[in-house]
C-alpha cells in the first residue's frame, strides 16, 4: 500500500481564524493515521510563481484514508472555518 499526501497551499487571511482552524485539525486526522509531515512559510520562489505563502503537507497511509478524512463529518464541519479564516487549495497525491 502507497502512502498518500495531502498538500495545502494557503493564504491566511484572518490570523485568529486560521490559528482556531489549525488547533481543531488535528483531531480530525488521528482516526486515519495521519501525520502533519510540516508546515512552513514560503521564503523563495526559485522557479516560477506561487500565489500561497504558506504551506502545510500531511501523511496519510492511503488515499482511502485521504478520502475518508476529507469526507468525514468531523472535517466537513471545519471547512466553513477554514474558508473565513484562509485561501486554501487542497491537493492529493499518492507515492
Same mark, same amino acid.
Given at each position: 500500500m502507497s502512502?498518500?499526501y495531502?498538500?495545502?497551499h494557503?493564504?491566511?487571511?484572518?490570523?485568529d481564524k486560521?490559528?482556531?482552524?489549525r488547533?481543531k485539525?488535528?483531531?480530525?486526522?488521528?482516526?486515519?493515521g495521519a501525520?502533519?509531515?510540516f508546515?512552513?512559510?514560503? !521564503?523563495?520562489?526559485l %522557479?516560477? +510563481? =506561487?500565489?500561497?505563502s504558506?504551506?502545510v503537507?500531511?501523511?496519510f497511509?492511503?488515499v482511502a484514508a485521504?478520502?475518508?478524512?476529507?469526507s468525514s463529518?468531523?472535517?466537513q464541519a471545519?471547512?466553513?472555518l477554514?474558508e473565513?479564516a484562509?485561501? !486554501?487549495?487542497?491537493? %492529493?497525491? +499518492? =507515492?
Amino acid at each position: 500500500m502507497s502512502d498518500a499526501y495531502v498538500v495545502g497551499h494557503i493564504t491566511v487571511k484572518n490570523a485568529d481564524k486560521w490559528a482556531e482552524y489549525r488547533g481543531k485539525v488535528p483531531q480530525t486526522l488521528a482516526p486515519w493515521g495521519a501525520e502533519l509531515v510540516f508546515r512552513g512559510q514560503q !521564503v523563495a520562489a526559485l %522557479a516560477g +510563481e =506561487s500565489s500561497h505563502s504558506d504551506i502545510v503537507v500531511i501523511r496519510f497511509p492511503s488515499v482511502a484514508a485521504v478520502n475518508d478524512w476529507f469526507s468525514s463529518p468531523a472535517y466537513q464541519a471545519l471547512i466553513p472555518l477554514r474558508e473565513q479564516a484562509a485561501d !486554501v487549495l487542497l491537493l %492529493a497525491y +499518492e =507515492s
